[in-house]
């Protein structure tokens, strides 16, 4: 690798060792680093090791319940993959949960990850009596267990008159503390004081100010935020397992019909279950460029 030597500039009038210029020899700029052969080792072996319960499931989904019941288990595919996932939708009627779970799991993440963002904003730069206290019992609420919260969700869900309906599930999701507080974390560092005071200075409303200055200095968080929160809201399962039923379910709770039998069809579970996995794998592979890319962004400007 070649060097070069840089001159300090705060050392140009200043002599030392005979009269001459202090220097310092730095590394070249713009060289590519390269892995090793070490690096590539780890890095397959963590991937196989990530994939291995996919692969299982998908294998599994493949076989037939007498023999996943032997010893030793399948290593490799059979040929019931395709009859078995026409079972287990035809079974569990996963063609109106997956829209469902579409619209529960896309509105959750857009009213989050709108929210989130405003009142991380107005935490982090706006200037508001009490708002130390105000964040501190946000944060507070995530200390409280979610299952405490059941009963009277229930019950106030149920006054409404949307007990099995979809907005019962929405509804108390729209709104996230850690969002918050993890939005307020990125702006207190992303958005200068000095570019929201310019912004004001030319003229420009708060909602103006919210859309041109906010919004695209928080884009990479917002990109994190969303894709945590559509993947926690497409995978839960207490609270849409209490508020609705097996005629409106989402895509978890159509999955909880399956195998009810005297002996468990586990091949049509696991198939059902790789179902239900698919869509958020065909979202990290649309998604996840712009979504790395959105955090490499935010990290070169942080």
Do not use: C
């Amino acid at each position: 690798m070649t060097t070069s030597e840089l001159t300090l500039p705060e050392a140009q009038g200043s002599r030392a060792d005979g009269g001459r210029p202090v220097r310092r020899r730095v590394l070249g700029a713009g060289k590519q680093l390269h892995a090793g052969p070490a690096t590539y080792v780890v890095l397959t072996v963590l991937a196989l090791v990530s994939l291995a319960p996919l692969l299982w499931t998908a294998i599994a989904a493949s076989r037939n319940n007498e023999r996943l019941a032997q010893t030793p288990p399948p290593l490799w595919f059979g040929g019931n993959l395709f009859k078995n996932l026409q079972t287990a939708w035809d079974q569990a009627g996963l063609g109106t949960a997956m829209v469902n779970s579409v619209i529960v799991a896309g509105t959750i993440t857009f009213g989050t990850v709108l929210f989130s963002t405003l009142a991380g904003f107005a935490f982090a730069k706006l200037r508001f009596k009490f708002s130390s206290t105000l964040l501190l019992l946000t944060i507070g609420t995530m200390m409280i267990p979610p299952q405490l919260a059941v009963v009277p969700l229930y019950l106030w869900m149920s006054d409404l008159g949307w007990a099995n309906q979809l907005q019962t599930v929405i509804l108390p999701t729209l709104v996230s503390a850690f969002g918050t507080f993890f939005m307020r974390q990125y702006l207190v560092q992303a958005l200068p004081t000095e570019l929201i005071e310019a912004a004001r200075v030319d003229g420009a409303s708060s909602l103006r100010v919210v859309w041109h200055v906010v919004f695209p200095a928080a884009r990479p968080a917002m990109a994190v935020l969303g894709l945590l929160t559509f993947v926690m809201a497409w995978n839960d399962f207490l609270w849409p397992i209490i508020a609705l039923n097996q005629q409106n379910p989402t895509v978890q709770v159509a999955l909880n019909g399956l195998g009810t039998g005297y002996i468990p069809d586990q091949s049509v579970i696991m198939a059902g279950a790789l179902l239900g996995t698919l869509p958020l794998l065909i979202a990290f592979l649309l998604f996840g460029k712009q979504i790395v890319g959105g955090i490499m962004q935010g990290a070169i400007k942080g």
